[in-house]
């Protein structure tokens, strides 16, 4: 465990573009170990996140919509379990490896933001035309050299490593009822995305998507079942 731990530490303190021949696949006792540091990981960032509210040193953010009864038990797991693994890691940990998917994601976060803001669904318009003049200018400039586009990317990649699980982490202020007007102290409400987010790029860059996604349901069905248990 200790040099799984250590090896996941050395890479989220400088994320580095990994070669696509050097995924490699985990083995059961690896990925099961990292199921159990992404478990914990949430569960700390968890409890600091309750401490901070219950020492009245961030706002009370209020109910959560996780525990509404909106939806059935079985919705709220398949929901939880299976979709939003896929779609999330679609859109967030997909992008790690290409720097046109990265511009596509800066954009979608644009558009998400401003509709977020403006309480409209209007203002997500913005995210094509500013992806559309965003690519054009790096068509015309970073594109034009394979060795200036590498470079180039390499420098920013551990910026937008963690930009992107910044990102992960905010969006997932949508699970309370205030939302957006938690900010600016949104990511004190969301360290457990936080953590997760960041572990799930790990083990996307060094493993692979598909075993992010597989990381990321089995953790929300750790989440999941903690949450039913107490009903």
């Not at 159990?36 to 401490?51: H, R």
């Not at 600016?184 to 997760?196: E, K, M, S």
Request: hydrophobic share 50%; charged share 10%.
């Amino acid at each position: 465990m200790r040099p799984l731990i250590k090896e996941v530490f050395c890479y989220l303190r400088y994320p580095w573009l990994t070669a696509m021949g050097s995924v490699s696949r985990p083995s059961f006792l690896a990925f099961f170990r990292l199921t159990l540091i992404c478990v914990l990981a949430g569960i700390t960032a968890g409890s600091l996140s309750g401490i901070l509210v219950r020492q009245q040193l961030i706002p009370d953010p209020g109910p959560s919509l996780l525990e509404s009864h909106d939806v059935s038990q079985l919705q709220f797991f398949i929901g939880a379990v299976f979709i939003a693994p896929i779609l999330e890691e679609s859109i967030f940990r997909a992008q790690l490896r290409r720097f046109s998917a990265g511009i596509l994601f800066i954009t979608f976060i644009c558009g998400l933001l401003l509709s977020a803001f403006t309480k409209t669904y209007w203002a997500f318009l913005i995210s094509p035309f500013l992806f559309g003049i965003l690519f054009v200018i790096y068509r015309f400039t970073i594109a034009g050299s394979i060795s200036r586009k590498f470079n180039f990317w390499n420098r920013i990649f551990p910026w937008h490593f963690h930009f992107t699980a910044i990102c992960f982490a905010l969006v997932h202020l949508g699970n309370f009822e205030k939302g957006v007007s938690l900010l600016p102290w949104g990511i004190l409400y969301t360290l457990p995305q936080l953590a997760i987010g960041l572990l799930l790029g790990y083990t996307r860059m060094v493993h692979g998507l598909k075993y992010s996604i597989a990381l990321h349901s089995l953790y929300n069905l750790c989440f999941v079942i903690l949450l039913f248990s107490k009903h």
